[in-house]
């Protein structure tokens, strides 16, 4: 009746932005992503505590605002007529932050409730589960890089390398720790109805996407690069655009791109993405992660470096 599970953040390198359904939650396009080893969010789901209703403790604070997304997705796991639960989750990195923590806490309660109702669900059907609360969550149920299609009525997952093979470094530079002003969710909506460059986003998106799955299956490292650098700069592009447009940037955040381009003019192996949030992710060569996390570090504005390499899928870590 009680289970613990455990889910690293992902990001992604060819974006998801957008609904084409969304009531099912499901994305107006296809996602590349990797997921991350040492931020990981930890979450219990106990369904013999009895209590009075659902039960959020984030960090060890009761969340009323996130606890009807939770229990929906509890619900979809395990059922509509299933015991009020208490659930409590943990991460070691700033949430609602444009860090993904919502893909790591949706993607281990869809595992630790299946575990605490007994469920033996397989790891596509978690993912849907999982994406149906937070689109990204789904890309969380794998290791390494992953790739989301948007195709059909339901979330379809695959695995294009696993965290083994390629094992690059991310450096995190947090500019700005606080929650966002806008969420995800509301500013795609303002995206999809306002911004002029939306269409123009979804139809190039499959270029994208194929472009980016070659060089994983190469270890292309320079294509990689650039593809990602120009998706992430188009999605945020279409944010701008927007009627009210959605910055999401600080000054800090330019000044981490311009310490990126600096340090690949010096010869670094490193790129740049930034998701719905401020924070700069560097994805680099390991041989080049320690010059990258220092020339970061000494960027105005930054206020803490996180540095990662590639993690496993979500997994379940005690079940009673």
Known sequence: MQAT?????????????????????????????????????????????????DQLLVNDVEDPDRLPRMSACLSRVIGEQRP?????????????????????????????????????????????????????????????????????????????????????????AITE???????????????????????TWVQQQAGDLATARRAIEERDFATLAAIAEHNCLKMHSVMWASRPPTVFWSSATLRCLQTVRKLQQDGCQVFFTIDAGPQVKAVCQPEDMAAVQ???????????????????????????
């Open 5 to 53: 599970a455990i889910a690293q953040p992902n990001i992604a390198l060819i974006k998801y932005w957008g609904k084409r359904d969304l009531a099912l939650n499901l994305p107006a396009v296809g996602s590349i992503s990797i997921t991350l080893d040492a931020l990981y969010t930890e979450v219990s789901v106990d369904l013999g505590a009895n209590p009075a209703s």
């Open 84 to 172: 009020f639960a208490r659930i409590e989750t943990r991460s070691n990195f700033p949430i609602a932050a444009g860090l993904a923590s919502s893909a790591s806490a949706f993607a281990a309660a869809t595992v630790a409730a299946a575990a605490a109702a007994d469920l033996e669900l397989d790891q596509a059907l978690l993912a849907s589960l999982a994406g149906q609360a937070s689109g990204s969550a789904a890309r969380s149920l794998y290791g390494g890089f992953a790739e989301l299609a948007n195709n059909g009525d339901a979330i379809r997952l695959s695995a294009l390398c696993d965290e083994h093979a390629w094992p690059l470094k991310v450096v995190v």
């Open 177 to 199: 720790p606080g929650p966002k002003a806008t969420s995800s969710t509301e500013a795609m909506e303002i995206s999809r109805k306002t911004s002029p460059f939306y269409n």
């Open 294 to 320: 220092e020339a970061l570090s000494q960027t105005p504005g930054v206020q803490e470096i996180m540095t990662t390499g590639l993690g496993p899928a979500a997994q379940l870590v005690r079940k009673s």
